[in-house]
């Protein structure tokens, strides 16, 4: 036994020694790739029903886009095959882009879901990093906007001739009718300008008002377009529209989309009495001139086509009266091209000291139409977080288009969420204004540090993804609230509420990852559920008071 | 590397099986108070030297330091991410030890304890892509990827307990005896610095520094050539 007892002894210390420190020093471990390096500029469109109420957006739509630097792509990195997901689309630029506002990338994207009318958006970016989120609002010809009216009429050709026939459409504000006439004989022409041969004519047409906000959200391509054919030819920087108002106006005779006619259709487009003229400060009147522009649907440009005056209706309504010689969007837009001068804008909440996200922080016309806002790529939907002695700049005013005004909207788009405006003002001589309104009533707010990781199948690889993140708060059924967050490299830092119910998406690698509902609290480790793949915890630290959301999702394609 | 290791381990499992009597009659007697004497390290710390005192005929103190530049290439893979791998360590440490013989029935064995200070103790794995990688859409080159080193370190002073085969010094002017124990380091940590495409992995040093708390022992398994100075 004792002869034993050495060399047992001597072999089980050695033994362990060698063997005691066994875990593989890789086990666990997942290779992380960033993403941020391989897209720019990302710019996040969502395409909305123009109406609230309104059909929802189909749930996978075909978005053409038109890249004459071929510089656009989605931020998963295809080039090809852009698709809008519940209505969003992820765009960036590739990573050998470089946009600056000397050298800006202007791109167009345009949709044209069934029983949706066609809509063309042009993007114009002017910085590598700027994240921009941009509402594209579809009008549905069954459920058109507020301030809007829609006619869709079938009427009888003779030998692909039309007899005289007119096209109604409704008033959508006191004296806002629109009239459309088609004159006896008129014949209708393919794409190629041959006559059509048909035995029927399908109209399609909308007329967007300007007394209702969703009918102004709702202008193609909004009130800032860069690529615009003005009287003396193109206009470089694009203008700013004021609109008297916008009629679209869709053919097909038989089954061919009409381009064009032997006569001139005649439009007659009533006018809101209560419009400012902003070249004379006073509501419109009789002898008023009006600039007549038409969009081509199919890139987004607009051309001057003729000054129309506005004349008395008989009975007794103002309306601008002008002929269309082609199908597409035709509008009464004063317009007046940027002046170069900037606006500096304060915002006082007395006692905001934290950041409030959501805020619409618009130039707008007289009648509360936006002309512009703090970025240069303008959109109404932009929003800004606001606090007590924010300072920013309107980087961009329209000339010529008279008096503006600066308004606060705590909703984007929402004009029963304003909550302060400036009088009228010269947008080119101002220099500055000042604001102030209320501190809000803030709910109990939790910082948030959210990252989203892309795992790959069986690799030991994940991806921290550029994209846009869904933030709903499901709180209330009825009044879901809707917020999209960049994630740089997989991560941003947002607010919650404590004690409100969310969930969380993402639309990566041609597909849609969506987290179950959770809620909020400090008390305990939350379990983010998968609904479509997106799945987490978020864990409360009471020391520096942030709540980290980690949420994962799992890529097929990748390593 | 390995046949070296396994032919000392041979060696020492003869010391334990050889009878007492052959071994001392084969080493001879010797007097170790007062003693001095040098010695050339060669184990599995690398190479190194000591110098020693025999402070009675038990007890003896020995100081010195070792070395171990080491390198290997694409001994681990990271799966489904295509890459070499390059590996350097470098173990050096100066220390102080004293040599204890329990009975004088067993005088070719010591106890050894004490401790070494690790001036440096590290290994640096470079993890270089290879190929070209597609992360959802994206096509990514190696040279868009960018490259990965991590770096493992201990840090600090090790104590050493271990055991001594055969007498701390020759009976003439030269012996070899050898020596089986291990130190017990602080826990490492890790730093990783990744380039471009890879530069958030400086996330994973929590995870690897977890991996790798557990490798605290460095065994030590080696020969010493001692040189009798006086």
Redesign the interface.
Known sequence: MKKLFKPVFFLVLFLSLVIYACKKPTEGLNIIIKTDALSKSSTLLEFVNANPNGTAIPAKMSVAITDPQKFVQTDDGATTNFTAYNGLISLSLIRTATASVQHPVTFTTSVAPSGFIPVVNTTTITSDTAAIHTVIPLIEYAHPPSGSSIITKTTPLTSGTSAVTTLSLPATAPAEACTITIAAGTQFKDKNGAVINSTSLASNVIHLGTTSQDAYNAFPGGFNPSNVIGPNGAITGGVTFLTAGLVSINMTAGSTAVKGFSKPLSVNMGINADLINPLTGVKVKVGDAIPVWSMDETTGQWTYEASANVVKNTDGTLAVIFPVTHLSAWSLNWYGPACGSTLSVTVNVPGLTVGVDGYEVALTSANYQYLGGLFTDNSWSHAVTLFNGFKANMPKLPSGLGNVKVVIYSRPGDPTSKVAETDLFSACTKGSVSLSFPTPVLPDIIESHVTLVAKCSSKQVVANPTTWLTLKDVTNPDAIITTYVHMLDGAADIKLTNGHTYTMGANYNSKSFISGSFKIDKTSTIKIPSLTGLSGTAVYDATTKIIAVNTTFTLGTCG | MKKPLLIL?AF??LT??IPRGAMAQYFGDVSNQGAFGGQVLLGSQGLGLEGRYGFTEMLSARFGGTFLPASANNV?T?????STTNVNAKFYNVHLLADYTPSENLPWLRIVGGAAYLYKAQGVVN?NPAGN????????SAA??GT?NID?SWKGVAPYLG?GFLQAFPSQLFNVNFD???YYLNAPQSTII?T??????Y??EP??NS??K????L?V?QVNFNFKIN
Do not use: C, H
Not at chain 2, 133 to 140: E, G, P, Q, S, T
Not at chain 2, 196 to 201: A, E, H, I, P, R
Not at chain 2, 214 to 217: A, E, I, P, V
């Open positions: 381990f020492l499992l334990i099986f681990f990271v799966n489904g991410f295509n993890v990688y597609k992360v959802a859409n994206y096509n990514i868009e990827m990965l493992v055991v089986l124990g291990t990744g471009k495409l890879l530069s958030d992995n996330k994973l995870q690897v991996n790798l557990s490798y605290r022992w065994p398994l």
